[in-house]
């Protein structure tokens, strides 16, 4: 069913008023069917606005009048086991729920706002399959340096990122080339989101003192091979994490910066010193979702419309690194270069996208870097150094993709502006 269609169902039901419990499962329904990542439900001055997030974007599905609003609020708090007669702080839930044979969590946040509650649900498949390594578009050279820093028998590993961007799903990857018998592997995570055999896997609770770092403490008297901490938030966490890296374990975690080189900066700003970061850092990974053109409507562009993006940035981004392999590929390439561009069909509801792929930097502490670091250089000059030293940008990632016909320049550009000199 389209996404018109889709809504004038929802329409018709919101019109009516007479059912709430079938309105939640309506809304439920179609943004899994959708393959929507999160529902939002909120309050306005006069109406309620229903939004899915479909492929990184949020879609307005539909407004209805707000006298609606207290009994759809009522239903989903009794669905995620919240307080129904709360409304004047925020409240976390969930929601589990078989849809179309998926065993499905929904992640339940509810927010006072001056017009009312506001609801916010991340829908989370547990039954889907871990991805490997290569399912999410890493590949040649970033696959080889992932693939080495995850060898190591210690260190730390971490991905950075936006909220949303598929951190957590790159050390799930990674996990599952780590996970076998003979190693012990333990997890900390706010929340679970993937139950996998053969981990050890906990949930933090800040609200009775187990924090990331209080559980790292922990983790340390359980003879763990290997530890993944959900998200290093602040300098006991990180602390801990490194001091864990240089006894002899291996450590990933995630961080919210917008590139490798700023991940370091972040981490000295904790007041780490910087020596202890290429001791103990085996690789930064940076990544970031993207649309991904839809298949049935692309249209290769003309060579008007590919200066008009910009080639010669193009090339002088690529000309950066100093990677033969890289520039050769890529200089090929242009020679008569295929860039390709979104239309938009019912595939894609008109979009021209559809889907997501995955972009990805990687930075190894190269002795480059490292003198960088050490000099207490900031996070520009230690980007460029990377690149020079062979690092693969976002930018050139993208770019990259863009030429295999997977995205557009337009979304590269949007999305992966990388730091340039």
């Not at 995620?80 to 589990?96: C, H, V, Y």
């Not at 991340?122 to 992932?146: A, M, Y």
């Amino acid at each position: 069913m389209e996404f018109k269609e889709v809504v004038e169902e929802l329409k018709d039901l919101v019109y009516k008023g007479d059912d709430i419990q079938q309105i939640c499962d309506f809304i439920i329904l179609w943004a899994v069917l959708w393959g929507s990542s999160d529902i939002h439900i909120e309050p306005l001055t006069s109406i309620v606005r229903l939004r899915y997030r479909l492929d990184g974007d949020l879609r307005e599905v539909l407004e209805y009048q707000n006298f609606l609003h207290q009994g759809v609020v009522a239903r989903f708090k009794i669905l995620s086991d919240l307080k129904i007669d709360e409304s004047r702080i925020p409240q976390d839930g969930r929601i589990s729920k078989v849809i179309e044979g998926k065993s499905l969590d929904l992640r339940v946040s509810t927010l006072p706002t001056v017009h009312g509650e506001k609801i916010v649900m991340r829908i989370v498949d547990k039954s889907k399959t871990i991805p490997q390594l290569t399912d999410l578009w890493i590949e040649g050279q970033n696959l080889d340096l992932i693939k080495k820093a995850i060898s190591l028998p210690n260190g730390v590993i971490l991905t950075s990122g936006p909220t949303g961007s598929g951190k957590s799903t790159t050390l799930y990857s990674s996990m599952t080339l780590l996970n076998k018998p003979g190693v012990n592997i333990m997890t900390l995570e706010d929340p679970v989101e993937n139950q996998i055999d053969g981990l050890n896997q906990s949930q933090v609770k800040p609200d009775i003192g187990y924090t990331f770092a209080y559980w790292l403490r922990t983790a340390l008297r359980q003879d763990p091979d290997i530890i993944m901490v959900g998200e290093m938030r602040d300098k006991e966490t990180v602390d801990i994490a490194i001091e864990a890296s240089l006894t002899g374990h291996l450590v990933l975690s995630t961080i919210h910066t917008n590139s490798a080189a700023e991940t370091i900066t972040r981490i000295i700003n904790m007041d780490v010193q910087p020596f202890l970061i290429p001791a103990s850092v085996n690789a930064i990974i940076a990544q970031r979702l993207i649309k991904r053109l839809c298949p049935h409507c692309k249209k290769a562009m003309t060579m008007a419309e590919i200066w008009k993006a910009s080639l010669a940035s193009i090339k002088h981004a690529i000309a950066i690194t100093n990677k033969k392999e890289l520039q050769n590929r890529v200089w090929d390439a242009l020679k008569n270069p295929i860039f390709y561009k979104a239309v938009g069909c019912d595939h894609c509801d008109g979009t021209g996208y559809k889907w997501r792929v995955w972009l990805y930097e990687v930075l190894e502490i190269t002795p480059g870097v490292k003198e960088m670091v050490l000099e207490g250089r900031s996070a520009y000059d230690i980007n460029i150094q990377a690149i020079k030293d062979g690092m693969i940008s976002l930018e050139q990632d993208g770019i990259m993709k863009a030429l295999n016909g997977h995205t557009s320049l337009e979304e590269v550009y949007r999305v992966a502006k990388s730091q340039k000199g």
